[in-house]
């Protein structure tokens, strides 16, 4: 399958409408002539999903020839999203009911010979490497499909600890030309052939899924109920605990400066529920962040006062007016020394509310520059 026909645009419409305003990403491999497109933050942010963009989800494709070499799942929503189409989209017939993975997304591709794999948004990403090096312990996979895994390793957890687990669990395997991909009796069979398994078959009903998604159920992801249609892409629908949303939700949203925040604007409920409601994990991070922040702003709190009370005790018999007296102090505060500190200083002799200047002097602390979240689901 062509990926320009797939899409129907044409390279340079796509490149126009969705690379250059960032609703695509590109990601290149370093060594083979290929390209992984996938839908971009600016896409997520704005809910701008078309027909295009629900085909990027980390699909890859020749960029010579234009023909796609692997073809994941396309994007799927959750049940309560407008963008599932819900239930306008499904059969009569009941879906398969597969236990939802909390891992992340693995997209076999063959190249010259050999089995590699990518993560939804890069060739070499350490999910990346780390399910490349599991396929080729495997690499028996059925000629013009592509075999979608869900990564389950415990050093690059999501939000579930499945404790020692470390596998490929098999998702799908998708016909590159149709998007039909092989029944469930068939995965299974082909997933046994690599010495692997695939997620659990719950054989319930849709009805008997979205009751049981609704109780408070923990340690658990969800379903994802998929409709098998002959000769084309399934339809796919996401169903999540309650529980597991907020996890992920609380975990995937947070960052360092996400927790500065946090502390500076005196949300300690926020704090709490980092800390009291999440994993182990991210309660390590939070931590850890929360600890690094606090001795930033005890420190240059307790250098101010120390530079600013022996300005006063050098002062403090100066016979001098007001104005005199201030250009003092300024001058003290001024020292080379002393400059990391001054606005704090100044905030202190003028009146004004210290704290601010110190959050202010934190928030742009070399330590924080750069640093990103526990889990960034764009870097995988």
Known sequence: MNFWKYINRSPEQFDRDYLQTKLVTCSKDRGFPLNLYTYGRECVHTNAWDEVITKCRGIIVNRDTGEIVARPFEKFFNLADPNSGFPNATTAEEPVVWEKMDGFLCTGYKWEGKWWCASKGSFHSPHAKWATAQIQKSPEWPEGYTPVFEGITSNLRIVLDYGKREELVLLALVNNETGEELNPYSLTIWASKNGLSTPRDYHMTYEEAYAQSLEDVTGEEGFVLTWYRQGQTPYRLK???????????????????????????????????MLNNSTPGFKHFVTKWKGAIEAEYVRIDTEAKRIFLAASEDLKYMDANFVQLKKEYALRFTRPENKEFEAVCFAMLNGKRVSEVIWKKVGDAQFMKGVQPMVDAYSI
Request: proline share 3%.
């Open 239 to 273: 169903l999540k605990y309650v529980d597991y949303l907020r996890l992920h939700r609380l975990i995937t949203g947070v960052s360092p400066k996400r927790i500065f925040e946090a502390m500076r604007d005196g949300f300690q409920a926020d704090i709490d529920e």
